[in-house]
């Protein structure tokens, strides 16, 4: 130890940053194995003793060169026992090794740090501790290491608001995310995980419970999920809070994935419970992603990012699970948007129209179609180019060549227009100020053109994306409702919008002639239309019979490759004259 105490001498700076405090006596015997100088020796112990504060001296190595009493009762063992020691041993800590390593190159850098940690003990138990690191150099290079641990009672809590290390939720006492990228870390080092599973389990409309009753509710609203959750968890299964709206189910003590699969299951169930908070009901719409190791991946470091791919899913009918063709696709999206942004600078993307004939074989309309085929990835379809730049973030660049080539074309002038749009195009921030500047600028003919929106059962917001559709309507443009024949909320949209067109998907049509059932419900769904005084158009007409079925059954307007694919803007002038 003394040979440790010579490498490590005090330095002018160490003396002034010890003489700040009082002089206490009470260590002088054990200070005196140090081999101090007396001035040294006083100025350790006034530095040492100061109550009610621990501290601690190290080496650059964690090694513990001194202790003062608090800290010795801290760690409630002697003196003796822990000269010598590694800290990370005597004072263990739940702390993510990113943490660790950004307070102490700190440290390093500016020769302290000062802040708080808030972190679940091995019991479980929250704990919080307020943290005063100084470094002193030596002449050799070497470092000492001054570790003050504040209390409550002592500290000023100014000088510690900066530097915050929470690893617990305050609202919900849940572990955090930094709580769980700790956890995820410990099993990773350990290399003796065989199997584990992590669902993401995300309130969709969380926030706006939050702004359409009170903050209190969304508190009430957190709380009641948590407890519900803690409810059906069986022993070994660990919840954490990762964000405002993400919870997290993590375990690796399981027998089989139907095992992890049934707890989720039951989660979800009783997550789906209305609410009743006084006169209130509150529906959840609940996102679930879920991910296995080894299970489609090789290592356990890829099971957040596969559980993130199935929430982005944004599918709340039904638990999703993880599967290659997820990767598979999600690589696609990101090799789409690397591409996207030179795609439309050397006008790659192509505007198609396919043709939408009346019962008389005459063209009625339009329907406005992006195509784009891309040397290396081939031909890529909208709906894979939608989904790519709205998970990425891309939308308003779509929505901006989008517009800019439908004023370009001018097909509207011939024949009206039908547009397919995602509530997230149109949810997107400038959508409607950059159609209102066409309008304004007579670029674009509003009575000429249909926004169609697609099933809302799976989108965040729907109230909102209503009042947006009601906006395009006030410019003049007309409202078209898609995929009406395979979901079910777009019924309120004709409750609440004065819908113009009713379009019946051609997932529903295909082997419509093989399928009585299926004929009775086209058959009602159009008569409703015609009660409604809303126009009728049958997409994905391939053949004579399919053709034959929906002019009997009274639809109005008849669409698909039966009749043309899409086609370039000079080819649809050059057809149809």
């Not at 409630?76 to 800290?87: A, D, F, N, Y």
């Not at 002592?154 to 849940?174: G, H, I």
């Not at 209102?436 to 109230?463: C, G, R, W």
Request: some cysteine; proline content about 2%.
């Amino acid at each position: 130890m003394k040979e440790q105490c010579t490498v490590n001498q005090i330095t002018q700076e160490f003396s002034m940053f010890l003489d700040e405090s009082n002089d206490y006596l009470k260590t002088i015997n054990n200070l005196e194995k140090l081999n101090l100088s007396k001035e040294h020796l006083a100025q350790y112990i006034s530095f040492m003793q100061t109550a009610p504060i621990s501290i601690v001296f190290i080496d650059d190595a964690y090694r513990v060169l001194f202790t003062n009493k608090n800290f010795e009762q801290r760690m409630r063992k002697r003196q003796t026992e822990l000269i010598g020691q590694s800290l990370k041993v005597i004072f263990p800590t739940n702390f993510h090794s990113t943490d660790q390593e950004e307070i102490w190159n700190q440290v390093l850098t500016h020769n302290q740090w000062n802040g708080s940690l808030t972190y679940l003990d091995k019991d479980g138990q929250i704990k919080k501790i307020w943290l005063k690191i100084k470094q002193f150099k030596n002449k050799n290079d070497r470092a000492t290491f001054g570790i003050q641990f504040f209390d409550s009672g002592t500290l000023n809590f100014r000088a510690f608001s900066e530097n915050t290390r929470s690893y617990f939720d305050v609202q919900t006492k849940l572990p955090n995310f930094n709580q769980f990228s700790y956890d995820i870390n410990q099993s990773i080092r350990k290399r003796d995980t065989k199997l584990a599973g992590l669902a993401l389990i995300r309130c969709q409309n969380l926030s706006e419970i939050s702004m359409h009753h009170s903050r209190s509710t969304h508190k009430l609203v957190t709380n009641e999920m948590v407890k519900r959750i803690r409810n059906v968890l069986p022993r070994y299964f660990y919840l954490y809070r990762l964000s405002r709206e993400i919870f997290a189910l993590y375990s690796s003590d399981y027998n089989n994935e139907d095992d992890f699969k049934s707890v989720v299951q039951k989660i979800r169930e009783v997550l789906l419970v209305p609410l009743v908070l006084g006169e209130q009901t509150i529906f959840l719409n609940v996102e679930i992603g879920v991910a296995f190791y080894p299970n489609k991946m090789d290592h356990l470091a890829s099971l957040l990012s596969s559980a993130e791919i199935c929430l982005n899913q944004r599918d709340t009918s039904q638990i999703v699970y993880f599967s290659n063709q997820m990767i598979e696709r999600h690589v696609s999206n990101i090799q789409i948007i690397e591409k996207l942004q030179n795609a439309l600078d050397h006008k790659l993307l192509q505007l198609k129209y396919q043709p939408i004939f009346d019962q008389k074989g005459q063209i009625k309309a339009a329907e406005a179609m992006i195509y784009w085929e891309d040397e290396n990835i081939g031909i890529i379809s909208p709906k894979q180019l939608l989904e790519a730049t709205i998970e990425y973030g891309h939308t308003h660049k779509l929505n901006r060549w989008l517009l800019n080539q439908l004023a370009h074309d001018q097909l509207f002038n011939r024949f009206e227009i039908i547009i397919h749009l995602e509530p997230s195009q149109l949810m997107e921030k400038s959508f409607l100020t950059e159609i209102a500047s066409h309008v304004k600028n007579k670029t674009l003919m509003p009575k000429q053109i249909y926004f169609e929106i697609t099933e809302l059962q799976n989108i965040q917001k729907v109230d909102q994306v209503i009042q947006r559709l009601k906006e395009l309507k006030t410019m003049g443009f007309g409202l078209a409702i898609n995929d009406l024949g395979i979901g079910y909320s777009n019924f309120n949209l004709l409750t609440n919008l004065t819908v113009d067109i009713l379009k019946i998907d051609a997932s529903f049509m295909a082997g419509l002639e093989k399928n009585s059932r299926k004929e009775i419900v086209l058959q009602h769904i159009i008569q409703l239309a015609q009660a409604l005084g809303l126009m009728t158009c049958c997409e994905g007409i391939e053949t004579i019979e399919e053709l034959n079925l929906a002019t009997g059954l009274g639809a109005d307007c008849l669409q698909g490759f039966y009749f043309s694919e899409a086609l370039a803007i000079n080819d649809f002038f050059n057809q149809y004259r």
